[in-house]
């Protein structure tokens, strides 16, 4: 099954200081540990060395927007694993990181159509003013409450460490896809799903919108 789908505009924001000359400096955050501490020694053999900044440029001063040029249309999204193994290699800021990692923990052993229908879930709750207004937000909602998390891996007790570098090379792809504005309409505005393997009592009060590999998706509107 093939979309078109177009990228949306872009811009690149800095800042300038008082004299009107711009100062950009990059700055590391906790992320960078924590990324160590998922991939473990997968870290170098996918890119991921310590020192190298996972966040985006931040600067000083008064902001100025710098328009990021960006292509008309992109190439049509095929769920496939032959058409993300012909894209470039992903990567990404925070965003990008949260949701390939919420991808490769909740999805990774679904078909690539599977991991998109889950990606259409979260970016739709980043849409809901139900929800937190970011991938981020949305996939860490209820960490450390007792039942309170929204995606099991978050406080299931299992160490988030990556062991499989090819699946995270295409759970970073589709992410990178779905940021960049890649159509969802697998599931019909779904904002929440779960395996065929258990039955939780919410499902009964949702209207089911999809079945999509091993999951059910469903509305509540």
Known sequence: MAGAWTLPATAE??????SGASETRYIRQSLQDRLHGIFGSNANAIGMKRGADPLSRISSGKAFVRPVPRPARAPR??????????????????????????LYFEARGEKVKGVFAVAEVILNRVDSRKYPNSVCGV?????????????????????????????????GKIA??????APRHLTNGAMFYHTKAVSPSWSRKFQRTATIGAHYFYSNS
């Open 77 to 102: 999204i095929q769920y496939s694993r032959d058409f993300l193994a012909g894209l470039p290699k992903a990567s990404g800021g925070a965003e990008w990181q949260c949701l390939a990692e919420a």
């Open 176 to 181: 990178r896809l779905m940021l960049d504005g």
């Open 139 to 171: 996939v860490n909602q209820g960490t450390g409450r007792k039942y309170a998390c929204q995606f099991s891996y978050t406080c299931d007790g299992i160490p988030d460490r990556v062991s499989e570098p090819k699946a995270w090379a295409r759970m």
């Open 13 to 18: 924001i800095g800042f300038a200081t008082s």
